[in-house]
C-alpha cells in the first residue's frame, strides 16, 4: 500500500488531476503540487478549495516550488514529502529527470506522455525504445512501478485495446484509435494543451502497418466518420505515442491513430509551419537575439487554461478494433465521450484537459491499493484494464462498448491506399475575410442527442450497445 501523492506540473492536465486526487484523497494521502511556478500551484489549490472538493479535510494538499530538471532537488522534495507517488503532469522534455528520481527513491512513477528531447521531433520509432524502455531494467531491479502514458491518449485507449484481447477478441486484425473534439472555444485560434508539444507531433506521421512502420506526410490521409454523439467527423491519420507500445506488446497486423482537424487548423498550422514558425530549431535576428519560432508562437497563442469558461460541445475518443471471435468476424468501438461544459462545471476545465488528467489520478488509486504496484516499467496495456475502466466509469470518464456490424455502414475503413490516391482527398479549403478573420472559423454544431443508430441494446457491463 502507497500513500501520498506529488503532482509535478501546474497546467491544464495537472489541474484536472489535483481536483480529482483531492476527491479521493482518503485512498492517496496527502497531496503535493509542485512546479517551477509555485503561484500556479497555489491557484490550483485555491480551485479545489473553493469547490470543496478535499475529500478528507484532515489530509493536507499542498504547492511546492520545483525545477523538475533538478534531480537532486526533485529526489529531496520527494523525500521530504513523504511522496510514494509521483504523477509526471509537466513537460514531456522532464520526464527522464523525473523518473531518475522516482528510480533513486523507489517512489512509483506515473506520467501521461512520451518523453521528448528539445532538440529532436518525431524521432525514429519505437519512440519508447529512445528513452523510457532504457531505464526498464532499473526500475525491475529496484522494484519501482513506474506506469508509462496514462493520459487517456495514450493511457485509456491502451486499456481499451487490453479489453479488447481480454474480452472480445481470439484475434485482432487491426486497431484504430480515433479521437476527435467537437467542441468550439470562440476564439480565431488555438491548441487545447500545451502548443509547442501539440505542432512537435505533427511534424510527420509515423504508423504501424502490415507489422511495419511506415511514414506519411502529415495530414496527408483523411476519413469521415459518423461517431457516436458528436456525429460525422474529418479525421487525419497521425502518429502518436500509444502506437509505439502497442505495436510491441499488442498483437494486430495494423494499429493506426487519427485525429479530428477542422479546415481552418489545417490552414492555420500549414502557414505557419510553410513560413517556418513552427521550427524547434534557434534562428538569428538582424538584432543578433536568437529566438525559437515555435516558443515564439506558443507566447502569442492563448493559455490553453483560459479556453474552459464558455467551451461547449463533446470529445469522443475511442479504440476501434476488428478481428475474430470464435471464428467469427468481429468489430468493437470502446469509447468514451466527454462535455466540455461539464467538465467546467466540475473542475473548471475544458474537456481536453479532463480526459488528460482523471486518468492518471486513477492510475495512482490502483498503485495506493496494490492493484497496479507492479514493481517494474509497464506500459498501461499490460495491465489488467478492467480496474482501471472501473475506477474511470467511478470518478468521471464512463467507458462506452459498441459491437458494430463487420463491414456495414457504421465500420471504420482505416486501410491506407496509394499516397497519391490519398492526397487527392485530402485538400482543406478555407473561406477567409481580411476584414472579419473569424469568417474562417467554420461553425461547430455539436450533437447533444443520440443518433438512431446509437439506440441500440444496452448492458450494464461497460454499457455495452449493439449497432
Known sequence: MKKNVMIIGAGGVAHVAAHKAA???????????????????????????????????AGRLYSAQLDALDIPATVKLINETKTEIVINLGSAFINMSVLEACIETGAAYIDTAIHEDPDKVCEEPPWYANYEWKRKERCDEKGVTAILGAGFDPGVVNAYCALAVKRYFDKIDTIDILDVNAGSHGKYFSTNFDPEINFREFVKVWTWIDQEWKEYPTHSVKREYDFPIVGKQPIYLNGHDELHSLSKNIDANSIRFWMGFGDHYINVFTVLRTLGFLSHLPVTLTTGQEVVPLKVVKALLPDPMTLAPGYTGNTCIGTFVKGWMEGEKREVLIYQVSDHKQCYEEVESQGISYTAGVPPIAAAMLIANGVWDVKKMVNVEELDPEPFIEILDQIGLPTEVKEIKPDSKHSFDGTVRSLEKELSESTATVTVSAANPMIAVSPCKPKHSKDKADS????????????
Open 456 to 467: 441500440g441494446k444496452e448492458k450494464k457491463s461497460h454499457k455495452k450497445k449493439d449497432e
Open 23 to 57: 476527491m479521493n484523497n482518503d485512498v492517496l494521502g496527502d497531496i503535493c503540487i509542485a512546479s517551477r511556478t509555485q503561484a500556479k500551484c497555489d491557484a490550483i489549490i485555491e480551485s479545489v478549495t473553493r469547490k470543496g472538493h478535499l475529500k478528507d479535510s
